[in-house]
């Protein structure tokens, strides 16, 4: 399995490779100990339950693409832009397709790696509220 990343653009890759090892230790040291995953639109994880989701989607055992399409750097901080899929058919035979454009931050580490900040798998992906009829009156 490769190192953590050395360079900004390299984090999708690591994330990707990890991802698909099935190794949830692995996959968390792509991530800082503080990091955000927003697994759904305004709906933040960190700690444990960023472990959990990331576990979930692992546990589908179909692998993660990942084609990074920007990467912008400033000093120890990059903002990455990524398209991903998971499609395919799941453990349970059931067929899974999800995908998006993430946009992520990294970080530089003090031992020069790159690991993610906050990952938005979904980017500007909208938060779904419940809808409500409106009110009427006379």
């Known amino acids: ?3 953590l990343a050395d360079r900004p653009e ?9 991802f698909n090892s099935g190794d949830a230790a692995a996959l968390a040291q792509v991530y800082e100990d503080a990091a955000v995953l927003v ?12 472990h959990a989701a990331n ?6 055992g179909i692998p993660i693409a990942v084609r990074p399409r920007h990467v912008y750097c400033s000093g120890d901080v990059a903002l990455l832009i990524v398209d991903w ?14 995908e998006g454009t993430a946009t992520d931050i990294a970080r530089r580490g003090p031992d020069g790696r790159w690991r993610y900040v906050i990952d938005n798998p979904f980017g500007t992906g ?4 419940p809808t409500q009829d ?5």
Do not use: K, N, W, Y
């Open 134 to 138: 409106p009110v009427i009156t006379s």
């Open 39 to 50: 697994p759904q639109p305004g709906t933040p994880a960190t700690g444990p339950d960023l």
């Open 126 to 129: 909208v938060q779904q509220l």
């Open 10 to 18: 390299e984090v999708p890759a690591v994330f990707a490779e990890r």
């Open 1 to 3: 399995m490769r190192s």
């Open 85 to 98: 899929v998971i499609d395919g058919t799941g453990r349970e035979g059931q067929a899974v397709h999800v």
């Open 55 to 60: 576990g979930r989607l692992q546990e589908l």
